[in-house]
T-cell receptor, first 116, second 116 residues
Framework: AQSVAQPEDQVNVAEGNPLTVKCTYSVSGNPYLFWYVQYPNRGLQFLLKYITGDNLVKGSYGFEAEFNKSQTSFHLKKPSALVSDSALYFC??????????????FGQGTTLQVKP | DTEVTQTPKHLVMGMTNKKSLKCEQHMGHRAMYWYKQKAKKPPELMFV???????INESVPSRFSPECPNSSLLNLHLHALQPEDSALYLC???????????????FGAGTRLSVL
């Protein structure tokens, strides 16, 4: 069965410092991986995706993610955190058994708190 | 434009009421999704429509009844709900192709439902 894990419930970082939000995955075959962000009382916003190709994926709002096949990880990173980056972050993998429906399997989420 | 519009934003209903949630997108997407999300938890998939036909029902109770009247609209009809059904209901849409490149799901802001 496919799954993603986000080992940290919360990550705290000071504004201006680099941030990392961790995600590991377990899939059979090639993974299709996504990061979404959710601000309070809002829907999920797409940040970036990995399908194939370069292991460093660049996304919205200065975020990037590094795909590491040997470690089965897809960590989200940003060189310099902003207070406005404080939100709930979800890693997700596409369920390859879902044919054309694009069903996503989400991690449990990581709350990012950026302090001034 | 990557907008998915959900109405209403908030809904309070009694356990005997009948209400409907509405979702609309004009991105030409032919897959649409309903999710239920509890606070600080990942979204839980409820239904998937592909080309206006129901393709996935994640064993959702019959008090939730989805409808896809056309390629731009998705409704969720609610009847005889329970207090534990109180949650944020999210709609999403995507291209239903088998290639992962197009399977980015775009989410609406959600309807906050309270069942009294």
């Amino acid at each position: 069965a496919q799954s993603v894990a986000q080992p940290e419930d919360q990550v705290n970082v000071a504004e201006g410092n680099p941030l990392t939000v961790k995600c590991t995955y377990s899939v059979s075959g090639n993974p299709y991986l996504f990061w979404y962000v959710q601000y309070p009382n809002r829907g999920l916003q797409f940040l970036l995706k990995y399908i194939t190709g370069d292991n460093l994926v660049k996304g919205s709002y200065g975020f990037e993610a590094e795909f590491n096949k040997s470690q089965t990880s897809f960590h989200l990173k940003k060189p310099s955190a902003l207070v406005s980056d404080s939100a709930l972050y979800f890693c997700a993998v596409r369920d390859i058994g879902s044919s054309n429906t694009g069903k996503l399997i989400f991690g449990q989420g990581t709350t990012l708190q950026v302090k001034p | 434009d990557t907008e998915v519009t959900q109405t209403p934003k908030h809904l309070v209903m009694g356990m005997t009421n009948k209400k409907s949630l509405k979702c609309e997108q004009h991105m030409g997407h032919r897959a649409m999704y309903w999710y239920k999300q509890k606070a600080k938890k990942p979204p839980e998939l409820m239904f998937v429509y592909s080309y206006e036909k129901l393709s996935i029902n994640e064993s959702v109770p019959s008090r939730f009844s989805p409808e896809c009247p056309n390629s731009s609209l998705l409704n969720l009809h609610l009847h005889a709900l329970q207090p534990e059904d109180s949650a944020l209901y999210l709609c999403a849409s995507s291209q239903p192709t088998s290639g992962g490149k197009r399977n980015i799901q775009y989410f609406g802001a959600g309807t906050r439902l309270s069942v009294l």
